[in-house]
């Protein structure tokens, strides 16, 4: 899935309407009046399929017989589509045949309601869809999602990271990655115990999130590592991004360790124009200027720049 796209619990949900007869139309919107639910309409199958990517509707509620693209292909291409693939389609029609439901389900739609039908129960269907999709939303969400800090996890990073690195080599726009690791971390955890280095995991990230601008990717990485993605980024404005975080860190008061500060490790690399280097290539850079960063002393951030061919100026 390119860019995933999480609509806000507070946006109603979109319903998509495909269906050549204006007065099905009609119909369809007179049985959810009055719901909290936005309404987009399209009067051919071709239509559908560009509103279907472009508003990325929460339902479709799809016409079988329809000239020109009908029902069957529109189904088809908006399930072979990664853009309009997880998008539930109801279909509606006059056809009632069983093969041809069996059809509709083969091809991936929800559920099946014959025309002519009742207002109620249309609208019944239309949200029992809709809530369906609403939990699978929710559950695919928690799986990108670590337990403890509330931060992406390690399976979204490596995901969203491949994404952003090929992102970034097709548009030429800057890319930077960082590695943040806590230093001498068991310590606080044998020292003070382990809700206390959770209380730790979990200030750092919430930290982490604060400093951070909207679109950079802050991630768990593992243990008490977290990784960031910073798009639209050059490694010198990262590295002075990462500083702040560094020394915010450094400045933390902790409740149960008043005394004993925690302080950050980062290991930054980027480069103004993406070339060929894989996306690894990256992550090996990056962690190899975090252990620079430990060697040196900890409590610091080293940054190169990845430039287009080779590695320069390492600070
Ligand atoms: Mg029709």
């Known amino acids: 899935m390119i860019n995933p796209v999480f609509h806000s619990d507070s946006e109603e949900p979109l319903v998509l309407i495909v269906d050549d007869c204006p007065a099905s139309h009609r ?88 025309k002519p039908f009742e207002l109620s129960e249309l609208r019944a269907r ?30 979204y990073f490596d995901q ?12 030429g ?38 400093t951070l601008r909207v679109g950079d990717i802050p991630c768990r990485f593992g243990g008490e590592e977290f990784v960031i993605i910073l798009p639209d980024t050059a490694p010198k404005h990262a590295a002075l991004l990462c500083e702040r975080i560094r020394s915010q860190c450094e400045h933390m008061v902790w409740a149960r360790h008043t005394d004993r500060n925690v302080t950050l490790s980062i290991g930054v690399t980027g480069t103004e124009s993406p070339g060929p280097h894989a996306s690894e290539k990256w992550i090996e850079e990056a962690d190899r200027n975090l252990y620079r960063a430990k060697s040196e002393g900890r409590n610091r951030v080293k940054t190169s720049d990845l430039g287009r061919g080779g590695i320069k100026a390492a600070s």
């Not at 539930?88 to 091809?107: N, T, Y």
């Not at 044998?190 to 209380?199: L, N, P, Q, V």
């Open 160 to 171: 969203r990271w491949r994404e952003e690195h090929q992102r970034a080599i097709r548009s």
């Open 27 to 114: 119909l369809f919107r007179a049985s959810v009046a009055g719901d909290a639910l936005r309404v987009e309409g399209a009067t051919s199958g071709k239509d559908g399929m560009i509103k279907a990517e472009v508003f990325q509707p929460d339902l479709v509620l799809l016409d079988l017989n329809m000239p020109g693209v009908d029902g069957f292909d529109m189904l088809r291409l908006l399930k072979n589509n990664a853009n309009t693939r997880d998008i539930p389609v109801l279909v509606v029609s006059g056809a009632s045949r069983p093969q041809e439901k069996v059809r509709v389900f083969d091809l991936g739609a929800v559920d099946f309601v014959v």
């Open 173 to 210: 726009q800057p890319l930077s990655l960082a590695f943040v690791d806590l230093d001498k971390f068991k310590e606080i955890n044998d020292t003070f115990g382990h809700s206390a280095g959770d209380e730790v995991l979990t200030g750092v990230a919430t930290m982490i999130q604060k």
């Open 126 to 155: 239309i949200h029992v869809a809709l809530r369906t999709q609403g939990l699978l939303r929710m559950l695919a969400q928690r799986a990108q999602i670590d337990g403890l800090t509330g931060l992406f996890n390690r399976s």
